[in-house]
Each structure stands twice: as structure tokens, then as C-alpha cells.
């Protein structure tokens, strides 16, 4: 069975976040190695659209969490205490944090992307000329890189696509080059 009609059936043909029925898509969470149920769900477009832009974010919308944080599903909290952390703002959804109780793997999961962290102690990956890196983007090696490890050499143009960060040091993504996965230094990086 693929994962978007076992996504379809857990779901029930509904998103999971916000019960829409129409315009679904599976939609993994970031940071993410793999795609599988562990770390997906269906989600609307409208759902998915704020959670992948945060100037989209309409507060109102995330009031449908009040049910879905209570899901059985890893990935439906997860994505749950992001967004209500994203809208804490609008004064009601600090409420439902404070009601979510999340294990500490699914925690660390959660604050992955960096939501729920004050601001002031946030990690900003920034790529060689300063630009801000983020979950998913896409970047090129300025210059060519041996991995440590092997006798592999990334080579300078080499595009990586969607990139991973590491929330514990700013100055390391991680990607794939060549099929394997590496950690890459944020100063031998460009945006794309």
C-alpha cells in the first residue's frame, strides 16, 4: 500500500488537522530523512500553504488544533504544537500548548524547525554571503569538499536539495551529495 491511500485511510479522506476534505495532499514534516507514515500526513492545501509560509498564517484557521492536538498520530502533534506555537500571538492557543502533552523525543522533534524557542535564543543558519538558510531550501558548494570518512570529494556546483539543519550548531546543514548523506559547513554555501 503507498503511502498517501494509507495516509487516506487514517485519516479518513479528511485533513487531519483541520477535517477539510478537498484539495488533500500528503505533506511531510521537516526536517525529515525519510517519507513514510512516521513523519506524514494529509493535510489541505490550505493547512499545508501555512505551515510551509508563515506570512500566509491566518490564527482563526488553527483553531480546528483544539481537536486534532489530541491526535494518536506523532506526526499530527507535531505539527500541531508548531503551528500553535506560531500563533501564539492571538492569546488562545498559549491555552492549548499548556493543555498538549508531548514525550520528550516527539518534543525535540517538534521544536526542530525552531518554533516554541525564543527568538533572542533561536540558531540562524546563514549560507556564505549572509543569506538565511532554511528547512528545504536548496544550496550549491562554492568549493570542492572532502568527506571526512571517506574518499569521496563534493565537487564545487554540486546542487543540494532540500537541506536539513542542525539545531544544536549554526553553522551545519545537512543534505545529500552523490546519494550520500552529509554534513556541510554553512560558510562553503550558497543559496539557491
Not at 134 to 141: N, R
Not at 170 to 191: A, L, P
Amino acid at each position: 500500500m503507498n503511502i498517501e491511500k494509507a495516509l487516506q485511510e487514517r485519516s479518513q479522506q479528511a485533513c487531519e488537522l483541520c477535517k477539510a476534505t478537498e484539495n488533500l495532499n500528503v505533506y511531510t514534516l521537516q526536517p525529515s530523512k525519510k517519507i513514510d507514515l512516521t513523519d506524514s500526513i494529509y493535510a489541505c492545501q490550505t493547512c499545508t500553504s501555512q505551515i510551509e509560509n508563515s506570512d500566509l498564517i491566518n490564527p482563526n484557521h488553527w483553531r480546528c488544533l483544539n481537536d486534532s492536538m489530541w491526535s494518536e498520530f506523532f506526526p499530527v502533534q507535531i505539527i500541531a504544537w508548531r503551528m500553535l506555537n506560531r500563533v501564539t500571538s492571538a492569546g488562545w492557543s498559549q491555552d492549548l500548548i499548556d493543555m498538549m502533552y508531548l514525550d520528550d523525543e516527539t518534543l525535540e522533534l517538534a521544536k526542530a524547525l525552531g518554533d516554541g524557542v525564543e527568538e533572542g535564543t533561536k540558531l540562524i543558519h546563514r549560507d556564505v554571503n549572509g543569506v538565511i538558510l532554511e528547512t528545504g531550501d536548496s544550496v550549491v558548494l562554492i568549493k570542492d569538499l572532502k568527506v571526512k570518512g571517506t574518499s569521496m570529494v563534493a565537487k564545487q556546483g554540486t546542487a543540494v536539495r532540500r537541506i536539513s539543519l542542525d539545531h544544536e550548531n549554526e553553522t551545519y546543514i545537512e543534505g545529500k551529495v552523490d546519494g550520500k548523506h552529509i554534513v556541510i559547513i554553512t560558510q562553503y554555501v550558497k543559496k539557491l
